[in-house]
DNA sequence: TGTTAATCCGATCAAATTGGTCGTATAAAT
DNA sequence: ATTTATACGACCAATTTGATCGGATTAACA
């Protein structure tokens, strides 16, 4: 419960690494795979999201892999984990609104504190201030 | 991701249940399993563990049932959680050494940051303001 | 005192989520 | 052309969570 998964942690990880490194450097998958022992599958789709996500930019071909793109101190948290993860919510009820509970439940409200708390703690932490 | 588990949400539902009736009435598992439309053998494990944890008084036999023992306003969220679903931490390096990237890992700092600051959201938050 | 209705508890099964793998297509450097 | 790396979807495995079952214990009440 309230875990992150591993392909945050991944990401985080490609993030930090990259940082690292002379802005324009390119960083291969395989080269963070190694170095962190982490799937290279697995790592691969966590790059590719961020570089769907505008977050890096992909290089192809031999020699290829990822550098930063964005300014990483202009992404909030919440919009990091949703790139990576998808919508984000303490209950489904949230962005899915077939509940069975949600004819009887008393707590709607209350979980709606708990997630906005949380959300809007996320949000005043940017991935800068945490991979730097 | 981030997500709560059933057995905290309906464990919330239950207290909230019992706060708005007479501090000494009795609420049997039944009786919130029907209102609420919630396994009942489920909710029965969840209002176990707050018996043990010391949240609610279990009175057994026939007219038995439940009712809220401690100041939900001197339990804060992080206590609720684990009484409820046991330790909490963002990764499991936390609680759980033998995190296999341990050794290589690079954002451990960073990910201490981010687990600080969310238990300190949830310690400044208790039962008794979020059911009431 | 026997019956009944409730909690208690561990074991176990099912469902959902997450983690990881595979095969193939595509792009670019040499 | 060949090689090396990303791109991408489908797929399988492992873990976590959700739910169920069977039986033991406790206490009210007829
Ligand atoms: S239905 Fe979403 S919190 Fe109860
Ligand atoms: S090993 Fe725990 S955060 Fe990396």
Redesign the pocket.
């Given at each position: 419960?309230l875990?992150l998964?591993?392909?945050v942690e991944y990401a985080l990880i490609a993030l930090r690494h990259m940082q690292n490194k002379e802005p324009d450097a390119i960083s291969?998958?395989?080269e963070i795979s190694e170095m962190y022992d982490i799937?290279l599958?697995?790592l691969?789709?966590t790059?590719?999201l961020m570089?769907?996500g505008g977050i890096v930019n992909?290089v192809?071909?031999?020699?290829?892999?990822?550098k930063i793109k964005a300014k990483l101190e202009n992404i909030n948290m919440i919009e990091f984990f949703e790139k990576i993860e998808g919508p984000l919510g303490l209950m489904?009820c949230y962005f899915d609104s077939d509940c069975t509970l949600i004819s009887a439940c008393n707590i709607r409200s209350p979980i709606k504190k708990i997630n906005d708390n949380m959300r809007s703690m996320f949000e005043n932490m940017t991935v800068g201030e945490i991979t730097q």
């Open positions: 419960m875990k998964t591993r392909k291969s998958t395989k799937p599958e697995l691969a789709k790059l590719q570089a769907r992909a192809q071909g031999p020699t290829g892999g990822y489904d």
